[in-house]
């Protein structure tokens, strides 16, 4: 990333809410569940799955909790009813982690017996440190009580990650394995790059040796080829393992990854809470200056910015 990419980064949460609205249409399947009905059903038309998640994770009160339990529902329902091959992903503050810790225990397993009952899975997407415990816990708790109907992610970016996968083996939890996004202190993260992509392949290793379906979930094609060389090394077909990638993030490697033979699901946000999101998929983004300004200019000179903003496809 260039010094003025990296400087605009630092100050995106600067930058007008209007303008990352505009920006987030890459990453984002739109407001309404019937906005990531439309993308799903376009992804598996194009071979891939999907696994949906309802933005929420800003909420402040129990009634949006509560109104985010349902939209999880209700996608479970839409899923079900239009037979489409694609999960729910949960972030476990947006149910109610932050407010209280049961609270977010009744909705999370109500949206797994919900899922269950529809013979569909749930992931429970991992935050910042802070949450770490208690996904672990929340996950144990509901494996306890008989679901075995939900996994959980690991971040590769963080020391512990290792021993929890260890730790986890004997329940054979579905993983998703990411880098992870949030910035955390030395003492609990790695850094440096190349020890991040090192842990990834590790406890990718750990993972697929204790007999865990694993979601390869990166952009990073040296990881991805990684990922494929482990695999057919042990011989694992597609029932142990799949790729997976955010919506808008470098199509053209997924589209490689479906031509290989391997599955892939991508993550399809939808909702009304769109900015804490799409602001970390653009700190993520390599050239987020070439996009701010193209907007910019599309703005000064109308008409110009359809020109400047490549199609979705082209996109990385
Ligand atoms: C399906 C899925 C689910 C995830 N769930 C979680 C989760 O629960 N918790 C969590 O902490 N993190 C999650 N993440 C995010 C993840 O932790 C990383 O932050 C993110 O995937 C970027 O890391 P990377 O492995 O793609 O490698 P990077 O080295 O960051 O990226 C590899 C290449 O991909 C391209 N790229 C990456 N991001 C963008 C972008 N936004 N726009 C354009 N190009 C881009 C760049 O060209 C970059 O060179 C998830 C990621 C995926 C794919």
Same mark, same amino acid.
């Given at each position: 990333?260039?010094?003025?990419?990296?400087?605009?980064?630092?100050?995106?949460?600067?930058?007008?809410?209007?303008?990352?609205?505009?920006? #987030?249409?890459?990453?984002i399947?739109?407001?309404?569940?019937?906005?990531?009905?439309?993308?799903?059903?376009?992804?598996?038309?194009?071979?891939?799955?999907?696994?949906?998640?309802?933005?929420?994770?800003?909420?402040?009160?129990?009634?949006?909790?509560?109104?985010?339990?349902?939209?999880?529902e209700?996608?479970?329902?839409?899923?079900?009813?239009?037979?489409?091959?694609?999960?729910?992903?949960?972030?476990?503050?947006?149910?109610?982690?932050?407010?209280?810790?049961?609270?977010?225990?009744?909705?999370?397993?109500?949206?797994?017996?919900?899922?269950?009952?529809?013979?569909?899975v749930?992931?429970?997407?991992?935050?910042?440190?802070?949450?770490?415990?208690?996904?672990?816990?929340?996950?144990?708790?509901?494996?306890?009580?008989g679901?075995?109907?939900?996994?959980?992610?690991?971040?590769?970016?963080?020391r512990?990650?290792?021993?929890?996968?260890?730790?986890?083996a004997?329940l054979?939890?579905?993983?998703?394995?990411?880098?992870?996004? /949030?910035?955390?202190?030395?003492?609990?993260?790695?850094?440096?790059?190349?020890?991040?992509?090192?842990?990834?392949?590790?406890?990718l290793?750990e993972?697929?040796?204790s007999?865990? /379906?694993?979601?390869?979930?990166?952009?990073?094609?040296?990881?991805?080829?990684?990922?494929?060389?482990?695999? #057919?090394?042990?011989?694992?077909?597609?029932?142990?393992?799949?790729?997976?990638?955010?919506?808008?993030?470098?199509?053209?490697l997924?589209?490689?990854?479906?031509s290989?033979?391997?599955?892939?699901?991508?993550?399809?946000?939808?909702?009304?809470?769109? /900015?804490? /999101?799409?602001?970390?998929?653009?700190?993520?983004?390599?050239?987020?200056?070439?996009?701010?300004?193209?907007?910019?200019?599309?703005?000064?000179?109308?008409? #110009?910015?359809?020109?400047?903003?490549?199609?979705?496809?082209?996109?990385?």
């Amino acid at each position: 990333m260039g010094l003025f990419d990296r400087t605009l980064v630092r100050l995106l949460p600067a930058v007008p809410r209007p303008l990352v609205q505009r920006l #987030a249409g890459r990453y984002i399947a739109g407001p309404e569940v019937a906005d990531a009905v439309r993308v799903v059903r376009g992804l598996n038309e194009g071979g891939k799955a999907a696994t949906v998640d309802v933005l929420g994770e800003e909420i402040t009160s129990v009634e949006e909790a509560r109104s985010l339990t349902d939209e999880y529902e209700q996608v479970l329902a839409e899923v079900d009813l239009a037979s489409l091959d694609a999960s729910v992903s949960v972030k476990l503050t947006a149910l109610g982690l932050k407010l209280d810790r049961e609270l977010c225990r009744a909705n999370l397993e109500e949206v797994v017996r919900d899922a269950a009952r529809r013979g569909n899975v749930v992931t429970i997407d991992m935050e910042d440190s802070s949450t770490t415990d208690d996904a672990l816990a929340l996950y144990r708790e509901l494996r306890a009580a008989g679901l075995d109907n939900v996994g959980l992610v690991l971040q590769a970016s963080l020391r512990r990650s290792l021993a929890d996968a260890r730790e986890l083996a004997d329940l054979r939890p579905s993983v998703r394995l990411c880098k992870g996004i /949030y910035v955390e202190p030395a003492e609990l993260a790695f850094r440096d790059f190349g020890a991040v992509r090192a842990n990834f392949t590790q406890v990718l290793e750990e993972l697929l040796d204790s007999g865990c /379906y694993v979601g390869i979930a990166t952009h990073d094609e040296w990881l991805v080829e990684e990922g494929c060389r482990l695999v #057919a090394e042990r011989g694992l077909d597609s029932g142990r393992y799949e790729f997976q990638m955010l919506l808008g993030v470098r199509s053209s490697l997924g589209e490689r990854i479906v031509s290989e033979g391997h599955r892939l699901r991508i993550y399809v946000p939808f909702g009304r809470h769109w /900015y804490a /999101y799409t602001l970390r998929r653009l700190q993520e983004n390599p050239k987020i200056a070439g996009y701010v300004a193209a907007d910019t200019l599309g703005r000064l000179l109308p008409g #110009a910015s359809a020109r400047q903003l490549p199609a979705r496809s082209e996109r990385p």
